[in-house]
């Protein structure tokens, strides 16, 4: 042993090119094999943690969807916001003011938005329906703050998509007491993992009754 | 002889536990990521959590609510025919706040069992509502009826809050939902209101009709409408067509402005609440008069529940200032629109729009905040109540199978004591010109017993100078004129009448006489209160009023329409009013028809108002209707304010003011036994609260405020 170690010391030949090339050769692999590694995995955190912050977001919509909505004395499914909205609907609160929820792409935005608006100035549609109050138009959904730190470190933003607004009149056939309200939205930040070109967002939906 | 390498070329060139090295570094990475996503996924699941406990949170909020309104109607129920309260704090009955209910500042209530095996109690608190705060919007948009005492409090209205916790302890229970440290939290705001579903009590209400429709014909009704039943057939609820029909909110038609003025009646009716119509901008002070009508029409959905054309309205123009009780503020308008509309399935948006047929969208009901697209709120539809067949009643401390039971067994048989026309009197009726006519005076024993079991002495007497029919009732043990104490409407004279003519006053019945109490027009008077169950057919066929003296009394205090003078008509069989006579002006009553109810003057005759309450099975009106056929002119239903509130009036009795017998007709809600009081969380008041502080404010104003 102690005669192998003092050749080896007294050794002064370097590293063959073939020892060079093959550790090379094997660093690259396994560095390749980790890195790929370390790239699906975030990828994977990134499509989690998008998936958490949609569903997040989503829920939040939801709840204040629903907490206008509740508390509505009257609504209808009909056209009003603006022109270019692909789903509205209008209701009222019990202290008379007027109002419109809608899906839309206004100027400046990047992808369509869900947009909260007062009616009071009864501005009539070329479309048909009413308009906006000038300046009223908020959007639920496009607040900087509504912004992922994955969808900012992507550029991407929310967006929705699909929305429908649809009164539940009947329940097999029969009047239901009270009033309902079905919901339906795409959200979706940009991050999240797209089974395929289509995909646009995470569904959500929900049902509520008009508490007034 | 080469030199000795240092320990560090030893070092580097040394290859061994490079692998140690990097399965260590990789490990390291992975644990990282590891870390991160378990991290995200607790992260996950702790939103999921509290998001699921936030809604139960709202839910056992919700819960409370209901409970509360649950305990606020057994509350009022249980409390003394009469004095029904939510403000009396007897102690014994809802609400029992800790400490006293007040009004101004919300109070613990007093409730049981407020926790949920899943997780999560609730805890509701009541407030008083004052006179000025349900008349006006300020600080409120209310704007509701209420029953008034004598400190100026509402007895039928109050604010409820109940706050829903889900927490993460154990008090919260051990399978809450809420995540560790974390305490869901919600708050629903209600306004809790009683009211008396008697179908006598709400303007009209119509049953499932025989045929055609359940109003058939034009009809102007101002106050509440409710329609129960379907049309037979292809047909609205409603058909209206012509000026001068439709729903008001007020008494304009009656109002001295009017193009036919009544003062008579105006005068006999207990004073209006005065309210403001909600809005947007309170109001600080009371601004119309209002009779706070509702209106529900259940059936049909599949085709247009009503149908308008030609001038016919649902809610909209004020009425002309006037004011009912004489005295007291008499420069409001009466309100335009309908307190609320629910129709059929409430379908009428840009997709559907088959509650309303109209030939103008300016035909469209006017209701407060527009809201015209309310559904009919009960499912399944409750039947409209029958006198006869498995319709059981609560009255005083019995329940009975039906009121024909309760009128059979106790009430006083006056049958042959009418003539054999059927009319109280003599053979030509109740006429002036003939001798006075009397019911024999009833043995000390008694001749009827009342609700509550007592053996009564009832007496019907005609005054042939003055025009006055009185109804009265003392106890027992004596043999003095009951007809010297007209009854009241706590303890009305009972009658059951068998005779096979019905109950009839014909036109004959009076020839023409003035009177004091009877206001110098051609009419008849009753002075004192009377429930008559007949088992034929009504016919009214001359114009009845409640008395009230002219002169001595022009606001007619005391002798007010319908809490001191009241006459009910009760037959399962038909009500006839003004078919064969023309010009009967006016019918202060409460009818009750248990088939038909018909009303169609002659046209050129005076329009008739029938004021009080009329319920049936089908209504068959005039000018348009085909049952049973034929031209006429149409009547106007009025229904009697019974609100009982006006701030600077005094209480003059309201719903809690009627015969139990009359509180007890009312709708069985799924199968239940009916009540004479339903309580309700009044729409367009329900409220989610959301204090910014974390507090909630001691009143409802600020954050959690309308």
């Known amino acids: 042993m102690i005669a192998r170690g003092a050749a080896l010391a007294r050794d002064r030949r370097g590293l063959t090119l073939v020892e060079v090339l093959v550790a090379t050769a094997i660093f690259a692999i396994v560095a390749v094999a980790i890195g790929s590694f370390y790239v699906s995995t975030q990828r994977a955190f990134d499509y989690g943690s998008a998936q958490a912050f949609a569903q997040r977001q989503g829920t939040l919509l939801q709840e204040e969807l629903q907490r206008r909505l509740q508390r509505a004395v009257d609504f209808s499914v009909t056209a009003c916001g603006s022109g270019t909205a692909t789903a509205s609907v209008r209701y009222a609160l019990p202290d008379g003011t007027q109002w419109c929820l809608h899906q839309d792409q206004k100027l400046g935005d990047d992808f369509p938005q869900l947009y909260v608006c007062s009616l009071n100035g009864a501005i009539p549609l070329v479309s048909g329906g009413v308009g906006c109050d000038s300046g009223s138009a908020r959007s639920l959904t496009a607040q900087s703050q509504n912004i992922s730190e994955t969808a900012q470190r992507l550029g991407t933003e929310l967006r929705v998509a699909n929305t429908t607004f649809l009164t539940v009149s009947t329940v097999n056939g029969t009047p239901i007491a009270g009033r309902a309200l079905d919901v339906r939205f795409d959200l979706y930040d940009g991050a999240m993992y797209r089974v395929s070109g289509a995909y646009t967002g995470m569904r959500f939906g929900f049902t509520t009754t008009l508490r007034n | 002889?080469?030199?000795?390498?240092?320990?560090?070329?030893?070092?580097?060139?040394?290859?061994?536990?490079?692998?140690?090295?990097?399965?260590?570094?990789?490990?390291?990475?992975?644990?990282?990521?590891?870390?991160?996503?378990?991290?995200?996924?607790?992260?996950?699941?702790?939103?999921?959590?509290?998001?699921?406990?936030?809604?139960?949170?709202?839910?056992?909020?919700?819960?409370?609510?209901?409970?509360?309104?649950?305990?606020?109607?057994?509350?009022?129920?249980?409390?003394?025919?009469?004095?029904?309260?939510?403000?009396?704090?007897?102690?014994?009955?809802?609400?029992?706040?800790?400490?006293?209910?007040?009004?101004?500042?919300?109070?613990?209530?007093?409730?049981?069992?407020?926790?949920?095996?899943?997780?999560?109690?609730?805890?509701?608190?009541?407030?008083?509502?004052?006179?000025?705060?349900?008349?006006?919007?300020?600080?409120?948009?209310?704007?509701?009826?209420?029953?008034?005492?004598?400190?100026?409090?509402?007895?039928?209205?109050?604010?409820?809050?109940?706050?829903?916790?889900?927490?993460?302890?154990?008090?919260?229970?051990a399978t809450s939902p809420a995540p560790a440290g974390y305490t869901a939290r919600k708050t629903l705001q209600v306004v809790a209101r009683a009211y008396a579903p008697s179908v006598l009590a709400n303007g009209l209400v119509a049953g499932t009709p025989s045929a055609q429709q359940p109003v058939n014909g034009n009809v102007l009704i101002a106050g509440s409408a409710h329609v129960l039943g379907s049309p037979v057939g292809a047909l609205p609820a409603i058909d209206w067509n012509g000026a001068g029909t439709g729903f008001v909110n007020h008494l304009?038609?009656?109002?001295?402005?009017?193009?036919?003025?009544?003062?008579?009646?105006?005068?006999?009716?207990?004073?209006?609440?005065?309210?403001?119509?909600?809005?947007?901008?309170?109001?600080?002070?009371?601004?119309?008069?209002?009779?706070?009508?509702?209106?529900?029409?259940?059936?049909?959905?599949?085709?247009?529940?009503?149908?308008?054309?030609?001038?016919?309205?649902?809610?909209?123009?004020?009425?002309?200032?006037?004011?009912?009780?004489?005295?007291?503020?008499?420069?409001?308008?009466?309100?335009?629109?309908?307190?609320?509309?629910?129709?059929?399935?409430?379908?009428?948006?840009?997709?559907?729009?088959?509650?309303?047929?109209?030939?103008?969208?300016?035909?469209?009901?006017?209701?407060?905040?527009g809201a015209i697209g309310r559904a009919y709120p009960e499912n399944p539809v409750a039947p409209f109540p029958l006198l006869t067949g498995a319709n059981p009643v609560a009255i005083g401390a019995?329940?009975?199978?039906?009121?024909?039971?309760?009128?059979?067994?106790?009430?006083?048989?006056?049958?042959?004591?009418?003539?054999?026309?059927?009319?109280?009197?003599?053979?030509?009726?109740?006429?002036?010109?003939?001798?006075?006519?009397?019911?024999?005076?009833?043995?000390?024993?008694?001749?009827?017993?009342?609700?509550?079991?007592?053996?009564?002495?009832?007496?019907i007497c005609w005054n042939r100078a003055n025009g006055v029919l009185t109804f009265g009732i003392t106890g027992t043990g004596t043999t003095t004129n009951p007809c010297n104490t007209p009854a009241t409407a706590a303890?009305?004279?009972?009658?059951?009448?068998?005779?096979?003519?019905?109950?009839?006053?014909?036109?004959?019945?009076?020839?023409?006489?003035?009177?004091?109490?009877?206001?110098?027009?051609?009419?008849?008077?009753?002075?004192?209160?009377?429930?008559?169950?007949?088992?034929?057919?009504?016919?009214?066929?001359?114009?009845?009023?409640?008395?009230?003296?002219?002169?001595?009394?022009?606001?007619?205090?005391?002798?007010?329409?319908?809490?001191?003078?009241?006459?009910?008509?009760?037959?399962?069989?038909?009500?006839?009013?003004?078919?064969?006579?023309?010009?009967?002006?006016?019918?202060?009553?409460?009818?009750?028809?248990?088939?038909?109810?018909?009303?169609?003057?002659?046209?050129?005759?005076?329009?008739?108002?029938?004021?009080?309450?009329?319920?049936?099975?089908?209504?068959?009106?005039?000018?348009?209707?085909?049952?049973?056929?034929?031209p006429s002119n149409h009547p106007e239903v009025i229904q009697a304010p019974l609100s009982g509130a006006s701030a600077s009036l005094s209480p003059v009795g309201d719903s809690r003011s009627l015969p139990e017998e009359v509180l007890a007709l009312s709708p069985s809600i799924n199968g239940q036994a009916p009540r004479h009081w339903r309580v309700e969380s009044v729409p367009r008041l329900w409220l989610e609260c959301r204090p910014s502080s974390g507090a909630l404010p001691t009143t409802p104003t600020g954050v959690c405020s309308y």
Not at chain 2, 27 to 38: E, I, K, N, P, W
């Open chain 2, 252 to 369: 304009g038609t009656l109002a001295p402005a009017a193009p036919a003025p009544d003062a008579e009646i105006l005068r006999r009716l207990p004073p209006q609440q005065a309210v403001c119509t909600p809005t947007a901008t309170p109001c600080a002070a009371p601004n119309v008069y209002s009779l706070g009508a509702d209106v529900q029409i259940a059936r049909p959905t599949a085709t247009a529940a009503i149908t308008l054309a030609g001038g016919a309205v649902i809610g909209g123009a004020a009425g002309a200032a006037y004011a009912t009780g004489g005295s007291g503020p008499g420069s409001l308008a009466g309100k335009g629109p309908l307190d609320a509309i629910y129709v059929a399935d409430g379908c009428q948006n840009s997709t559907c729009s088959d509650s309303y047929a109209v030939t103008s969208p300016s035909q469209l009901p006017v209701v407060d905040l």
């Open chain 2, 491 to 630: 303890d009305p004279l009972l009658v059951y009448n068998t005779n096979a003519a019905g109950w009839r006053i014909t036109r004959n019945a009076f020839a023409g006489r003035s009177s004091a109490q009877c206001a110098g027009t051609t009419q008849i008077c009753y002075n004192g209160a009377a429930v008559i169950y007949n088992v034929n057919s009504v016919m009214l066929e001359e114009a009845v009023t409640s008395a009230c003296l002219t002169g001595s009394n022009p606001t007619c205090t005391g002798e007010k329409f319908p809490t001191n003078e009241l006459m009910v008509l009760l037959t399962p069989g038909n009500v006839t009013v003004s078919v064969t006579t023309t010009s009967v002006p006016r019918v202060m009553a409460m009818l009750y028809a248990g088939t038909d109810f018909i009303a169609r003057s002659s046209p050129g005759g005076t329009i008739t108002r029938i004021v009080g309450g009329v319920a049936a099975s089908r209504f068959c009106f005039g000018g348009g209707g085909t049952c049973p056929g034929g």
């Open chain 2, 1 to 173: 002889m080469p030199a000795p390498r240092s320990t560090l070329e030893r070092h580097v060139l040394d290859e061994r536990g490079s692998v140690l090295l990097m399965s260590i570094v990789l490990v390291f990475v992975m644990t990282l990521l590891g870390l991160a996503l378990f991290d995200l996924g607790a992260i996950e699941n702790r939103m999921s959590l509290a998001s699921q406990a936030d809604l139960r949170a709202f839910e056992v909020a919700q819960a409370g609510i209901e409970r509360a309104l649950r305990e606020l109607q057994d509350g009022f129920v249980g409390d003394a025919a009469g004095s029904e309260s939510w403000a009396d704090n007897d102690g014994v009955r809802a609400p029992i706040c800790s400490p006293s209910c007040a009004t101004g500042v919300y109070r613990p209530m007093t409730l049981a069992n407020t926790t949920f095996p899943g997780g999560g109690s609730f805890a509701v608190e009541i407030m008083l509502i004052t006179v000025p705060e349900a008349n006006a919007t300020s600080p409120y948009p209310i704007g509701l009826n209420c029953f008034r005492n004598a400190a100026n409090v509402c007895t039928n209205l109050v604010f409820v809050r109940s706050t829903g916790t889900v927490t993460d302890s154990p008090a919260g229970g």
């Open chain 2, 398 to 459: 019995g329940t009975y199978a039906n009121l024909q039971t309760y009128f059979s067994t106790r009430a006083a048989d006056l049958s042959g004591n009418l003539n054999t026309a059927g009319r109280p009197g003599h053979s030509g009726g109740l006429f002036a010109n003939t001798a006075n006519w009397n019911t024999p005076n009833p043995p000390s024993g008694g001749n009827f017993t009342n609700k509550n079991g007592a053996a009564r002495r009832g007496r």
